[in-house]
């Protein structure tokens, strides 16, 4: 064989791996979501661009999902993908992408969804969560690290009568596999309530607030305040609970 008919051979057979690998279906996807919280079924089109028919992430579900691969990952020594899952009030997208050590990591990440989907909330509390992570490593079912922000709309709880809120925004952190450390306030409601919350990697929560009224309250929201304890005009939040 002369030095031109091997070039061109190599040619060819470097064409024919990279028109494999191009082609790799999205039905090997499930085998890198091993050890982590997500699934995925009715998988189509290929591993670099394609949907699945539903997307959960333990016991949320999403529904239908598709993603599209950002090369520009490669530089960083991992695959970036521009993901995006559910509709409007419950969906998660953002960009995700595994590494060379197996370790997910997502950035400029956004997950919607009402509080009810976690579990039942004590007090009957309600909310629309929207969550900004600016940026999360995770190696298993939870981060060893992440930072972003919360966001609770029109948040209310059973206290025994509706008790409005209003909207709360939160900062949040996990540091070195630890728990999540959120501290929250509230967007101007009828009362000022700040506060902390943990979550553990098990879903355990505890929650302690400090509420104050802003000004004059009816005494329908009076009497509902009654049912906390209070301290120099000051009412104490504090409950705890698991997912």
């Given at each position: ?54 997307f ?48 997910i ?23 629309s ?12 079912d ?39 450390h ?62």
């Amino acid at each position: 064989m002369t030095r031109s008919s091997k070039k061109l051979l190599g040619i060819a057979v470097a064409f024919f791996v990279f028109f494999l690998v191009l082609n790799i279906p999205a039905q090997v996807i499930p085998s890198f979501l091993v050890g982590t919280p997500a699934n995925m079924s009715g998988l189509s089109g290929t591993l670099w661009n394609g949907a699945a028919q539903d997307f959960s992430v333990d016991q949320l579900r999403f529904g239908a999902a598709r993603w599209r691969w950002k090369p520009g990952g490669l530089l960083a020594g991992r695959m970036d993908f521009d993901f995006h899952a559910g509709h409007p009030g419950q969906q998660l997208s953002g960009r995700f992408g595994w590494s060379v050590n197996g370790k997910i990591h997502a950035s400029d990440a956004r997950l919607e969804l009402p509080l009810t989907q976690l579990g039942a909330m004590p007090f009957g509390t309600q909310a629309s969560i929207s969550v900004a992570i600016e940026s999360l490593s995770m190696a298993g079912d939870w981060p060893e690290h992440a930072t972003g922000t919360i966001h609770l709309a029109d948040t209310s709880m059973q206290v025994p009568e509706k008790l409005a809120l209003g909207d709360f925004e939160g900062f949040f952190r996990i540091e070195n596999g630890g728990k999540l450390h959120a501290d929250f306030f509230d967007l101007d409601g009828a009362l000022e309530i700040d506060g902390t919350l943990e979550l553990d990697a098990s879903g355990n929560y505890q929650v302690t607030g400090l509420i104050r009224p802003r000004g004059r309250i009816n005494q329908r929201l009076k009497n509902i305040l009654n049912f906390m304890p209070r301290e120099n005009g000051v009412y104490e939040l504090s409950f705890s609970g698991s997912l």
